[in-house]
């Protein structure tokens, strides 16, 4: 079970931290990644964590402005988002990759459970 927080209303330029607790597996041995779905969309990669957190991926559009980190002792991953702008508004989404996964996995396809979202919205 994948549960999201932190979601909200925002300006532009403002910062939002997302949570997401995960339960039900072994949370250390997987990869995990954090997508995005604006309306009229399609779902698109914002960031991956390898199992470990030594390695991070991001999309070109997030890279810089967003931190993907990991406490593997509190089953949850992070999204830090910094200097927000209105395109970065979305319904965001966690996800699990697969074991040992390196970070840099973009495809929905390479993961394997998905959590419900959570809706940022950043007004101009």
């Known amino acids: 079970q994948l549960r999201e927080s932190g979601g909200g209303l925002v300006q532009a330029g403002d910062s939002l931290r997302l949570s997401c607790a995960v339960s039900g597996l072994i949370f250390g041995g997987y990869g995990m990644g954090w997508f995005r779905q604006a309306p009229g969309k399609e779902r698109e990669f914002v960031a991956g964590?390898?199992?470990?957190?030594?390695?991070?991926g991001y999309a070109d559009s997030t890279k810089g402005r967003f931190t993907i980190s990991r406490d593997n002792a509190k089953s949850t991953v992070y999204l830090q988002m910094n200097s927000l702008k209105p395109e970065d508004t979305a319904v965001y989404y966690c996800?699990?990759?697969?074991?040992?996964?390196?970070?840099?996995?973009?495809?929905?396809?390479?993961?394997?459970?998905w959590g419900q979202g959570t809706q940022v919205t950043v007004s101009s």
């Open positions: 996800a699990v990759s697969k074991l040992y996964d390196n970070g840099n996995s973009r495809h929905e396809y390479q993961y394997d459970f």
């Open positions: 964590i390898s199992w470990n957190g030594g390695s991070t």
